[in-house]
């Protein structure tokens, strides 16, 4: 089974430039987050979807963060435009119900604002 | 509002030492408690998990974390680590309600171990 695939790897930007990264979770799971970890801390959820729908986004800052899921399949995240602080590995995961089923991760994509 | 606390940011052991990796969370209502593993350069990976049931939950790699309701801890333990074991650790909880599904992460405990 495939797990979570996620892309770029890794992005190099400069501040007030944009930015997308892409996730295509494990197939059939409903439910997708984007997590974003700053080095140093534990992973911070930004955005969670039940197939296609918002479930929570109450973390995600919204005035230059944005993320879609259609198709209730990939999703991407976008951040327009970026800054310092958002330097940091954006996490994706998927898991095929919510609660307390598993949430499998991908392997993250590491940005860097300069 | 849930919060973990790891009470270690780094835990340096010798090879074939026993070691525990303490976790607090604070929640008012029940929770799922769980133990993420990240390798050097890799995404995080499902390490155990408690549900419901038994208050000891273990892993297929030697590790072991019992939930304790009385002192919302569930720290993480192993008899005897390897040099394979050397990661950081990361410790989540989940609740029901409207945050159902929501994991909450510690700051992560680094484990390294020593020849």
């Known amino acids: 089974e495939a797990g979570v695939a996620q892309s770029p790897r890794y992005k190099i930007i400069e501040k007030r430039q944009s930015v997308a990264f892409w996730c295509n979770p494990i197939?059939?799971?409903?439910?997708l987050y984007w997590y974003q970890q700053i080095l140093g801390q534990g992973p911070k959820l930004l955005i969670q979807?039940?197939?296609?729908?918002?479930?929570?986004d109450s973390q995600l800052p919204k005035d230059r963060f944005s993320a879609e899921r259609l198709k209730g399949v990939d999703s991407t995240l976008k951040i327009q435009p970026a800054k310092l602080e958002d330097s940091a590995v954006y996490l994706c995961?998927?898991?095929?119900?919510?609660?307390?089923?598993?949430?499998?991760f991908g392997p993250g994509t590491r940005l860097t604002v300069l | 509002a849930q919060s973990v606390t790891q009470l270690d940011s780094q835990v340096p052991v010798f090879e074939e030492a026993p070691v525990e990796l303490r976790c607090n969370y604070s929640?008012?209502?029940?929770?799922?408690l769980f133990w993420y593993v990240q390798y050097p350069n890799q995404g995080l990976q499902l390490l155990l998990k408690?549900?419901?049931?038994?208050?000891l939950v273990e892993s297929i790699n030697g590790f072991e974390a019992e939930f304790n309701k009385s002192q919302t801890s569930f720290h993480l333990r192993k008899p005897s680590v390897h040099i394979s074991d050397t990661a950081e650790y990361f410790c989540?909880?989940?609740?029901?309600?409207?945050?159902?599904?929501?994991?909450?992460f510690g700051q992560g405990t680094i484990l390294t171990v020593h020849p």
């Open positions: 408690y549900l419901s049931g038994s208050t």
């Open positions: 979807f039940q197939n296609n729908g918002v479930v929570d």
């Open positions: 995961a998927s898991s095929l119900v919510q609660g307390g089923n598993t949430q499998y």
């Open positions: 197939s059939g799971h409903a439910t």
């Open positions: 929640s008012s209502v029940s929770v799922y």
């Open positions: 989540a909880v989940s609740m029901g309600g409207t945050s159902y599904g929501k994991l909450t």
